[in-house]
């Protein structure tokens, strides 16, 4: 028997009231950024609004059923949105349906990758990534929104094509593009300014974090009693906007299998699969040790494929953990996996709701919410630790950031991981030796020149790693401690 408070939830397991009351109002609140940010990151993918907002729905309910962690919430991601954006840089503006169907197969390419590598419990390996190469490829994946968004910011046209550089398209655009849109630049500032000034009252008064939401509602509208955003005599506005959603929900729908396009997605596949793993693996963690959970690795894994492999037969965006939407979750109180399915009927009721108001959200306003999560993707305390703790890891980051921008964001991760593979090499092979010593005040530290030599117990410290490689080194000591100042001391090694 259940106790009273209690009822019988998923898969059979107790659930409370308490803990329903939880979760709904923590699904609600993560449903006000999940809206704005599913159609932002949808502009950085630069596909429709309405594949991101799917993603938030499908993405996020599947994961969350199948899935380990009680707080992470998944779908679509701006790391995710750029290599989704790389991946399909090989169309043409003109082939945008063409777009959207390979995008759809790149779906289902990443969940058969990421439940492939599930079943032969391949998920910790993930663990082995540096956190180096990681804030190097954030690094290079903030910089690349910011310029991905400068002509929505500006109000004016791309140029160039996706064969081109990031950043000889950005010089086509600023200097053979149209003349700057004031108005757009107006709403632009308008909507990062309102934002920064409600996230300090978020954060001063403990509220909702409902501010994307909030000044991309506020923006619109003045946007809309300027008559910026409401069409003329022949259908144009002042400012571009991001279009009409349609008021339906993601039907079922085969992705069509093109053999040609496969060779030109399985890199980007490949590099969403680990990247998406990763970033749901490393927030999942990040919380458990708050939470004190055990995680299933694998179950997690596989739960991120069944989500990417349902969501391309919904036409969604692909996805992975958010760490800002997986924070509000945890934060606004969260109990179970539940909140995830709460955040996706919510954002599928708001959908069908609110559809038809999304016509007349400016892109600028869209491109000002990006370029602040562009701004906080960079973990400034992060890579200041890193830059201090050794060039070994400055140089991972800065090569790993330096691959993002002029090889790729898809290849750059593998660039980093190769490299930091390369350089541990030769860094594993040294073994760092120092003598201990027990000072007067019995603070064990560093033997200087200056001390006497212990007579008793010689204490050496090897810091390194005891393998074949090092194998000489370590002899070397060894031996040399045959030569100690008293042939009866005894020897201790602490290995680090």
């Known amino acids: 028997m259940l106790a009273p408070n209690l009822t019988r939830g998923p898969f059979g397991l107790s659930y409370s009231w308490s803990d329903g009351c939880k979760d709904l109002l923590a699904g609600l609140t993560v449903a006000a950024i ?80 990421q ?17 180096s190469v990681i804030l190097g490829f954030m690094g290079g994946a903030a910089l690349l929104l910011a310029i991905g968004q400068v002509a929505n910011l500006l109000g004016i046209s791309d140029k160039g094509t996706g064969q081109q550089h990031v950043l000889y398209r950005l010089w086509l655009t600023l200097t053979k593009g149209d003349p700057f849109n004031t108005q757009a630049i107006a709403i632009s500032a308008t909507t990062i300014t309102v934002a920064l000034l409600l996230r300090r ?83 999942a963690k990040s919380i458990a040790n708050h939470t004190g959970q055990k995680l299933d690795y694998n179950r997690q894994c596989l739960a991120e494929g069944i989500a990417n492999l349902v969501g391309g037969f919904f036409r ?23 909140s995830g399915i ?22 600028a306003a869209l491109a000002g919410v990006l370029a602040l999560t562009a701004i906080r993707l960079i973990d400034v305390p992060r890579l200041r630790y890193v830059f201090r703790a050794s060039n070994y890891d400055a140089w991972l980051v800065l090569i790993t950031f330096f691959a993002a921008i002029f090889i790729g964001i898809e290849f750059s991760i593998l660039v980093g ?48 790693e005891l393998f074949l490689a090092p194998h000489q080194n370590s002899t070397t000591l060894l031996m040399s401690c045959g030569g100690a100042p008293s042939s009866k001391a005894r020897v201790s090694l602490c290995c680090a």
């Open 34 to 113: 999940s809206l704005p940010q599913g159609m932002a990151y949808a502009l950085i993918a630069g596909v429709d609004p309405r594949f991101g907002l799917y993603s938030a729905i499908v993405v996020t309910a599947v994961a969350s059923i199948f899935g380990s962690s009680s707080h992470l919430i998944n779908g679509p991601t701006s790391a995710i949105s750029l290599v989704v954006f790389s991946a399909l840089a090989f169309f043409e503006p003109g082939q945008r349906i063409e777009a959207y169907k390979a995008m759809f197969l790149l779906g289902v390419m990443v969940g058969v990758i």
């Open 115 to 131: 439940i492939f590598i599930a079943v032969f419990k391949l998920g910790d390996l993930t663990r082995y990534i540096s956190e």
């Open 201 to 283: 009252l978020v954060r001063r008064y403990r509220l909702p974090q409902m501010d994307m939401l909030a000044a991309l509602v506020f923006v619109a509208s003045l946007a809309f009693l300027s008559g910026w955003t409401q069409p003329d005599v022949s259908g144009k506005t002042i400012v571009a906007i991001a279009g009409t959603v349609p008021a339906s929900l993601p039907l079922p729908h085969i992705p069509e299998i093109n053999f040609s396009w496969i060779p030109e997605l399985s890199s980007s596949a490949l590099a969403i699969a680990f990247l998406g793993l990763l970033e749901a693996l490393a927030i």
């Open 316 to 338: 969604c965006l692909p996805g992975s953990g958010s760490l800002s939407r997986s924070a509000i979750n945890f934060q606004a109180g969260a109990a179970t996996r539940t």
């Open 342 to 363: 709460m955040t996706a009927l919510a954002v599928a009721i708001a959908l069908l709701v609110l559809a038809p108001l999304t016509r007349y959200i400016p892109k």
């Open 417 to 464: 991981v190769g490299l930091s593979i390369l350089l541990f090499i030769p860094r594993a092979a040294k073994l760092k030796t120092a003598e201990l010593i027990v000072s007067p005040e019995r603070v064990v530290r560093e033997r200087l020149s200056s001390d006497p030599p212990c007579s008793s117990m010689i204490v050496f410290d090897l810091e390194g």
